[in-house]
């Protein structure tokens, strides 16, 4: 599987710094250490984009020893910025407790990207719908998503015409925009998730902004897209697909199987 954009898994400066003398980090306001504050940026980050994640996995994402991930993960949890779950596993287990995934809360999520003046969004957008009805809803829509759509066409102007390399472009484009989007190709095709939504509070009583702003991608991609899930409507991830090249001519019947309702 071919992923592109979000996160890139390098680990922090100070894991590379074997055998060199590192001044302590400067603290903050409320006595955290900025590192410990930078790294919990970047565990915000992975969940995000991952959704979910055990200590081990995060670890190894950002270069952090069991105890130094654990440690973090600790404050996150006693800050109410993460909630963790047993894993679920499918088919037979060892022995053993399954391993504990970790999750933003929602409190975490709202902190993240560009989630502000939701109250005041909503209210303007119902003085729309009230004094101009649903298409005054959809152009104004159109009209803030097209702001967007210049910004991430400039950033594809290089990826040449294949839909999936368009994709991951986009993927790179919305991840800059605050969405912690990613691109993958799957067995039908492609999809683009982005994990997280701006403005998805809004756009769980407007869904015309999920209707614009797939529209949007469509165009981007340069391919007809599939919206399967949006985290508006209560989806960990807002997740298009994209669908590949129809299948070589054959003397089979090719049937397609509907998997969005």
Same mark, same amino acid.
């Given at each position: 599987?071919?992923?592109?954009?979000?996160?890139?898994?390098?680990?922090?400066?100070?894991?590379?710094?074997?055998?060199?003398?590192?001044?302590?980090?400067?603290?903050?306001?409320?006595?955290?250490?900025?590192?410990?504050?930078?790294?919990?940026?970047?565990?915000?980050?992975?969940?995000?984009?991952?959704?979910?994640?055990?200590?081990? !996995?995060?670890?190894?994402?950002?270069?952090?020893?069991?105890?130094?991930?654990?440690?973090?993960?600790?404050?996150?949890?006693?800050?109410?910025?993460?909630?963790?779950?047993?894993?679920?596993?499918?088919?037979?287990?060892?022995?053993?407790?399954?391993?504990?995934?970790?999750?933003?809360?929602?409190?975490?999520?709202?902190?993240?990207?560009?989630?502000?003046?939701?109250?005041?969004?909503?209210?303007?957008?119902?003085?729309?719908?009230?004094?101009?009805?649903?298409?005054?809803?959809?152009?104004?829509?159109?009209?803030?998503?097209?702001?967007?759509?210049?910004?991430? !066409?400039?950033?594809?102007?290089?990826?040449?015409?294949?839909?999936?390399?368009?994709?991951?472009?986009?993927?790179?484009?919305?991840?800059?925009?605050?969405?912690?989007?990613?691109?993958?190709?799957?067995?039908?095709?492609? !999809?683009?998730?982005?994990?997280?939504?701006?403005?998805?509070?809004?756009?769980?009583?407007?869904? !015309?902004?999920?209707?614009?702003?797939?529209?949007?991608?469509?165009?981007?991609?340069?391919?007809?897209?599939?919206?399967?899930?949006?985290?508006?409507?209560?989806?960990?991830?807002?997740?298009?697909?994209?669908?590949?090249?129809?299948?070589?001519?054959?003397?089979?019947?090719?049937?397609?199987?509907?998997?969005?309702?």
């Amino acid at each position: 599987m071919k992923k592109a954009a979000g996160f890139s898994g390098h680990p922090p400066t100070a894991a590379l710094a074997v055998g060199r003398s590192v001044p302590p980090a400067p603290a903050t306001a409320d006595g955290a250490p900025a590192a410990d504050l930078s790294t919990r940026d970047r565990v915000t980050q992975l969940l995000l984009e991952r959704r979910a994640a055990t200590a081990a !996995q995060l670890g190894d994402a950002l270069g952090l020893s069991p105890a130094a991930i654990r440690r973090h993960l600790d404050a996150m949890l006693a800050d109410g910025d993460v909630v963790a779950r047993e894993q679920t596993v499918r088919g037979h287990r060892g022995r053993g407790r399954p391993a504990k995934v970790f999750l933003l809360t929602d409190a975490a999520r709202s902190r993240c990207g560009t989630h502000h003046y939701d109250n005041m969004a909503t209210a303007a957008l119902r003085w729309i719908a009230r004094t101009g009805g649903s298409q005054a809803v959809e152009k104004f829509a159109a009209e803030q998503v097209a702001a967007l759509e210049a910004r991430c !066409q400039a950033a594809l102007a290089d990826a040449g015409d294949d839909p999936m390399a368009r994709a991951e472009a986009l993927a790179a484009a919305l991840t800059a925009e605050g969405y912690a989007a990613s691109a993958s190709t799957i067995a039908s095709g492609g !999809q683009l998730c982005q994990h997280h939504c701006p403005v998805a509070h809004v756009a769980a009583e407007f869904p !015309q902004l999920c209707e614009a702003e797939t529209t949007v991608i469509s165009r981007l991609v340069g391919t007809h897209v599939q919206r399967l899930a949006t985290i508006a409507h209560g989806d960990g991830v807002c997740t298009t697909h994209i669908p590949g090249p129809p299948p070589a001519q054959s003397g089979t019947t090719v049937t397609t199987v509907r998997t969005d309702r």
